[in-house]
């Protein structure tokens, strides 16, 4: 009789290496990608834990880029009461300069508004929550983890805390997409939702690949015979006069943590 394959469909398959970008449980940004040559003694090395915490700092500087972006669209125009809006936009000399999409932010309203080309329009959202018209609490400081995994054991990661606007937060595209328009599309007149997701990720690179590349460079690139990994370290420690009392090495951290892992 024949032997009969199983054929394995392409969702029971995945790549051994992934990324993941996390908030407490939740998350926020996976990835499962291959690397060819790829080198074990790298899980150990210094070089590997440099990569993710450079990682980490792309990610984050995106995020604050685009808080940029957002406060330059919100922030200008926030008023305390619909009377107080009403009475700027009287004025056609504050009027100028608007491009139609842009936010407006009214304390207390149940809705924010956007400017529709000739006046203040109602927007479907309320994006200000009163973020804006209160100071920082704990509640706005959210821990990131980023972390590296080879066969779902995690390799390496870094955690930092980051302190970005809500909508910023709860919106996070690693790729840059959401919100993308064609040169097109751009002539249409764009409601506030659409014209400030296009404002966060216009002219920005997509961040996953470069992510999975820098990961795949140093976990390949260095050969193992040549020892070109960084697994050992040495530190000093000093008398109260400044002395050197004595020189020790320390392996990386990450070494151990693997290891318990694959446990």
């Known amino acids: 009789m024949a032997e009969i394959k199983k054929s394995i469909e392409a969702k029971d398959y995945k790549e051994r290496f992934e990324f993941r970008l996390t908030v407490g449980d939740n998350i926020i940004c996976q990835r499962y990608f291959k690397i060819n040559n790829f080198n074990p003694t790298s899980l150990r090395s210094f070089e590997l834990a440099d990569t993710i915490r450079k990682?980490?700092?792309?990610?984050?500087?995106?995020?604050?880029d685009k808080t940029q972006v957002y406060l330059s669209i919100l922030a200008p125009r926030m008023f305390t009461s619909e009377d107080e809006m009403n009475e700027y936009f009287s004025n056609p000399a504050h009027c100028n300069g608007l491009n139609v999409g842009e936010g407006i932010v009214v304390s207390g309203s149940t809705f924010?508004?956007?400017?529709?080309?000739?006046?203040?329009?109602?927007?479907?959202?309320?994006?200000?929550?009163?973020?804006?018209?209160?100071?920082?609490?704990?509640?706005?400081?959210?821990?990131?983890?980023?972390?590296?995994?080879?066969?779902?054991?995690?390799?390496?990661?870094?955690?930092?805390?980051?302190?970005?606007p809500k909508y910023?937060?709860?919106?996070?595209?690693?790729s840059n997409k959401r919100g993308r328009f064609d040169d097109v599309d751009k002539n249409y007149t764009m409601s506030f939702e659409q014209y400030l997701m296009f404002k966060l990720v216009d002219g920005?690179?997509?961040?996953?690949?470069?992510?999975?590349?820098?990961?795949?460079?140093?976990?390949?690139?260095?050969?193992?015979?040549?020892?070109?990994?960084?697994?050992?370290?040495?530190?000093?420690?000093?008398?109260?006069d400044g002395e050197v009392e004595a020189v020790k090495s320390y392996k990386n951290y990450l070494s151990k943590r693997f290891r318990d892992n694959k446990k």
Request: charged share 35%; hydrophobic share 30%.
């Open 55 to 64: 990682c980490a700092k792309k990610i984050h500087s995106d995020l604050v």
């Open 112 to 164: 924010d508004y956007f400017w529709d080309g000739e006046k203040p329009s109602p927007s479907k959202t309320k994006f200000d929550d009163g973020e804006f018209f209160r100071p920082l609490t704990k509640e706005d400081e959210v821990e990131y983890k980023f972390a590296f995994y080879v066969d779902d054991k995690e390799a390496c990661s870094t955690v930092w805390t980051g302190v970005y």
């Open 168 to 174: 910023i937060r709860n919106s996070i595209d690693l």
């Open 204 to 240: 920005r690179k997509d961040l996953v690949w470069g992510l999975i590349k820098d990961i795949c460079y140093v976990c390949s690139l260095q050969n193992e015979d040549r020892n070109e990994y960084t697994i050992e370290s040495e530190y000093y420690t000093r008398s109260k």
